[in-house]
């Protein structure tokens, strides 16, 4: 049989003799072996061979694999000696597996305050929006009526804007139809960016004085990215050698983040308020021991985010005597200012504006002194070349805004011969300013607040009026006497021409469901003493009846109440006061018009966009915003929804628990995304279920056999056919065929516009017809939601 030295030789399997795992470990391999770096294998293997106990690799393949090998080295080295978190070799499957450190990528780059979906579809309607607000008014035996409209035509991201306004009394220079401003405005949403052209506001730097302008904008604005973040908000980096549990404290608030690799992480965009701040990281090993590490921090809305530019190019005619005159245009003017976070601690900007015979430029810097303050530096220049004036004037600022302490000191020092294009155009010249002011913000709700100032002009014949020096000071109190009682007081004192010290203190209350009241008394220089009381509640879309009622005592003895009634459609209001014996009456009335989707709609006043939801033309559907109520569809299957906010996508759907027993519901969910100020169109696609029973026979009259596949058309909804050639149809699915799709694009065709709409109690008979295509280039293609839409509602 043999004995086992035999069997052995036999082996094919069998070790060496003397073979030990030391002996192993000295060879060199294990040679080529394959390698995956933070679970991504590579293309080219590396070359790996033991030395000495010390598993190493070839200088050359690591770098081309990724791994970080000091620049200048060659040949092999150790994989201990290289900086990463984790390696391990398979030798069963010949394969390195290495994990390296994080250098802020992946999950240990963490940022707080990630970009919101903007994954809505957006359907603009070419809508006509009006805006009223009309007035009417009996005192001292007159009577009077005005109104102020605002027309406009708008569809998506672009509008056509009117204002005008009507006084039965005008001033005898001013006409009683007055029109205040038109334009044409268009939105580039991923740009944020804003154009426009006709009457508007010039758009500036922090110093530049606005101006009416008839002409054409292009702006910045922000306002159409709610996904981006405009001012640097605190980030924090750090290092971890182990996989680590992360917090994060700022604000009073701890935030939970998670699990961090070991290497380098950074957390971004830390929610905080403006002002002074600390951010606290806590990391913990897999012990559960806690570190914790702090970072101190100044955010300002004066800081631009790093590598976020803002700019506004102004130029028009300047509108004069606004309100009195419609077509008041005076000379040509235009400014323009660029700003650039540089970092999150420094913006600049630099801003210059012309007019006919005046120039003006300057440059100004915002920045963060570490984590305590805001420094503020501007300087501009002007020359006028009518009067051969120049000037220069410089802004100085600093702030500090803390939880219990905030200070602000600022000065604005222009010289005798400074001009710049609003005091050219008709406004006063800017004067010398000094201001401050400091803030305690202590327990219980308790502020103090004292400030003061002086302003000095340079005399100017056209507003000869002017005080030429004023030095005023205020301090202001507010406490919290109980949750629903706050008591406010403020002195005052302003030295020009004249002196005077004036004083004021009150109180408020909140009652709950709208309902508060007030009382306050105020005396002052040459002023006696005087009292006034009230009792207010709200009227809100939920709260419809608002009322008021006031009374005041002292130098005018005055006697008021409100009426206020509020609905879906309007918002009416009536009031009543007697001033001195004398009565006077006045009543108001405002909301809005809409005209979209082929449907007239009155609103309140709210402004904001809207959208039209569609279902069909059914009504009585159930319409469901975020998984709230949104309301439900009226005549014609529609539902205006307001209050929608712009560039924000929302999700709308049915409550199919409330769909109407004859309805059927195709298409229950939509995103959408509605541009600002405008309407957009949610189609949801519900449809009246009318069932009705149709034989239905091949061209040569047989039964269409059972379980055949058929498609309404242009729904695309799948039917079968059932026993005896029977199709259950849906008579007011809004389909006028149903096709048997054959070989070689060919089909079978039956019309079901020829099928009467009264249902009878034998199942009509209708034979298909064939249809052949002509052609397979003019073989018509599906219709967009006929083809893959239905076979998932299949």
Request: overall charge positive; proline content about 5%; glycine content about 12%.
């Amino acid at each position: 049989m043999g004995g086992s030295p035999a069997l052995a030789q036999t082996d094919p399997f069998a070790l060496p003799t003397g073979v030990t795992a030391q002996s192993v470990a000295a060879q060199s391999g294990p040679g080529l072996s394959e390698i995956a770096v933070d679970g991504d294998t590579r293309a080219r293997m590396v070359d790996l061979a033991w030395q000495g106990g010390v598993l190493t690799i070839d200088a050359d393949g690591a770098r081309v694999a990724g791994l970080p090998v000091a620049a200048g080295v060659n040949g092999r080295v150790p994989l201990d000696s290289l900086r990463i978190a984790k390696w391990r070799f398979d030798s069963q499957r010949q394969r390195l597996e290495v994990q390296l450190l994080r250098k802020s990528d992946g999950a240990n780059l963490i940022d707080m305050a990630s970009a919101p979906r903007q994954d809505g579809e957006s359907t603009p309607l070419t809508a006509f929006r009006l805006d009223y607000d009309l007035t009417a008014t009996l005192a001292k035996g007159r009577s009077g009526a005005a109104a102020l409209v605002e027309a406009a035509l708008v569809r998506g991201n672009a509008s056509a804007t009117t204002s005008l306004r009507y006084v039965s009394q005008a001033q005898p220079d001013s006409p009683r139809l007055l029109r205040l401003d038109s334009q044409i405005q268009v939105q580039f949403p991923r740009a944020g960016l804003t154009a426009t052209a006709g009457d508007f506001i010039s758009a500036g730097g922090q110093s530049q004085r606005a101006i009416r302008l008839g002409g054409f904008q292009l702006a910045s604005d922000y306002s159409l990215r709610p996904d981006l973040i405009t001012t640097p908000l605190p980030a924090f980096t750090g290092q971890v050698s182990v996989p680590t549990g992360i917090d994060i404290i700022t604000g009073d608030q701890r935030y939970t983040l998670g699990q961090l690799e070991p290497g380098e992480f950074t957390v971004r965009n830390v929610p905080s308020n403006a002002g002074r701040g600390e951010v606290s990281v806590i990391v913990r090993d897999a012990l559960g021991r806690e570190t914790i590490q702090n970072a101190k921090f100044y955010m300002s809305r004066s800081l631009l985010a790093p590598r976020l530019r803002e700019f506004a190019i102004n130029a028009g005619f300047v509108r004069r005597r606004y309100g009195i005159r419609s077509n008041d245009y005076g000379p040509l003017a235009a400014n323009l200012f660029y700003r650039r976070g540089i970092s999150s601690r420094l913006t600049v900007e630099g801003g210059a504006e012309w007019t006919p015979g005046l120039i003006n430029a300057g440059v100004r810097g915002d920045l963060a002194l570490g984590g305590i303050a805001l420094a503020t530096l501007e300087t501009r220049v002007s020359a006028e070349h009518d009067t051969g004036l120049t000037g220069s004037l410089i802004n100085l600022g600093l702030e500090s805004i803390g939880r219990k302490l905030s200070a602000r000191v600022s000065a604005s020092l222009p010289s005798a011969g400074y001009r710049d294009v609003a005091s050219k155009l008709g406004d006063p010249l800017p004067p010398r300013e000094f201001l401050g002011q400091i803030s305690f913000n202590l327990k219980n709700m308790t502020q103090l607040q004292l400030s003061g100032g002086r302003q000095e002009r340079r005399f100017d014949p056209r507003f000869a009026f002017l005080e030429p020096r004023v030095t005023f000071a205020n301090a202001s109190f507010r406490t919290q006497i109980r949750k629903n009682i706050d008591a406010f007081a403020s002195l005052g004192y302003r030295r020009g021409a004249s002196r005077s010290v004036n004083a004021w203190a009150g109180l408020s209350f909140q009652f709950g469901g709208g309902r508060s009241a007030q009382a306050s008394a105020s005396t002052g220089t040459g002023s006696p003493l005087s009292a006034n009381a009230g009792y207010y509640r709200r009227d809100t879309d939920l709260q419809r009846l608002g009322y008021g009622i006031e009374a005041q005592t002292g130098a005018s003895s005055r006697l008021a109440a409100s009426l206020a009634y509020r609905s879906p459609q309007g918002r009416v209001e009536a009031q009543a006061e007697r001033v001195r014996g004398l009565y006077g009456l006045r009543l108001n009335g405002r909301g809005t018009l809409l005209v979209a989707g082929g449907a007239v709609f009155a609103r309140n006043q709210t402004g904001g966009s809207y959208a039209l939801v569609r279902t069909g033309r059914v009504e009585g559907v159930t319409v469901m915003r975020e998984n709230r109520l949104a309301g439900i569809t009226g005549r014609g299957g529609l539902l205006l929804v307001e209050n929608i906010a712009p560039q924000v996508p929302l999700t709308f759907d049915i409550d199919p628990d409330k769909l109407p027993a004859d309805a059927l519901a195709r298409a229950t969910q939509r995103r959408v995304l509605v541009p600002r100020r405008a309407i957009g169109l949610v189609s949801l696609d519900v449809v009246r279920f009318r069932p009705r029973q149709l034989h239905l026979t091949a061209p040569d009259g047989s039964d269409l056999p059972v379980g055949t596949a058929l498609i309404a058309q242009p729904s695309g909804e799948a039917l079968m056919v059932g026993f005896d050639g029977l199709v259950d149809f849906n008579s007011e699915g809004g389909d006028t065929r149903i096709e048997r799709p054959l070989e070689g694009g060919a089909r079978c065709v039956v019309d079901v516009a020829l099928i009467p709409a009264v249902a009878v109690d034998v199942p009509p008979t209708y034979a298909c017809r064939f249809e052949l295509p002509s052609s397979i280039v003019s073989r018509e293609a599906p219709k967009r939601g006929t083809g893959s839409r239905g076979g998932r509602r299949r």
